[in-house]
């Protein structure tokens, strides 16, 4: 281990055509610590088995086959997708232009400077870490929201549906003193110490119901 390394820095896909670019930034970025897998071209990165977090892709956006952009286009409509990181040739601004805003987290320009690709690989993982955490976070809160009753998962749906509380209790045949007691007791079970947690919950739910 060099002086520079950083032991389980992350991990970064580097894919790039061209060997001698490839080779060199692989290099590059395992003498300050990171660990890194090359690809030749986008076909063969999207087949690679899944990686351990944190990581991230370095791409080129001028790519045979399967363009960098429509990798990043492929990524982003994957759930877990990595961060990306796009290399540009001297000229490709609207395109670079066009990558950010599709959610890249970084253009690099060739040549790139090497401070301005380790900050940029920093900065993806820092995000890839980020996105580990809030997933993990959401996937906890659904899991609370698995366990509920059948009837407590009706009574989560009614409240965040804006529905009044007299209105509930008149439909579960209680008081609404008693379905107080019921809420009060959901939102221990969810965790959440406010209503609007408890709305919070609910587009995650409706969120995660979406992607599947």
Not at 26 to 45: M, P
Not at 77 to 88: A, F, K, V
């Amino acid at each position: 281990m060099s002086g520079n390394e950083i032991p389980n820095a992350g991990h970064v896909f580097v894919v790039e055509d061209d060997e001698a670019v490839r080779d060199s930034l692989a290099l590059l970025l395992r003498l300050h610590g990171y660990r890194t897998t090359v690809f030749a071209s986008a076909e063969d990165f999207v087949q690679a088995p899944a990686c351990q977090r944190p990581a991230c892709a370095l791409v080129d956006i001028r790519l045979p086959g399967m363009s960098g952009l429509a990798l990043q286009a492929r990524m982003m409509r994957s759930d877990g997708s990595l961060p990306l990181l796009l290399m540009t040739a001297q000229g490709d601004a609207a395109i670079a232009r066009t990558a950010l805003l599709q959610g890249a987290i970084d253009f690099l320009e060739k040549p790139i400077d090497e401070t301005d690709l380790l900050e940029a690989v920093a900065r993806a993982l820092r995000s890839d870490c980020e996105q580990l955490t809030r997933d993990h976070d959401r996937d906890e809160v659904l899991a609370r929201v698995g366990t509920l009753t059948r009837h407590e998962r009706e009574l989560f749906e009614h409240i965040t549906n804006g529905r009044q509380q007299r209105e509930i209790a008149e439909e579960f045949g209680v008081t609404v003193a008693v379905l107080d007691e019921q809420r009060a007791r959901l939102m221990e079970k969810l965790q959440v110490r406010r209503m609007a947690d408890l709305f919070r919950l609910r587009f995650r739910v409706a969120e995660r119901a979406a992607r599947r």
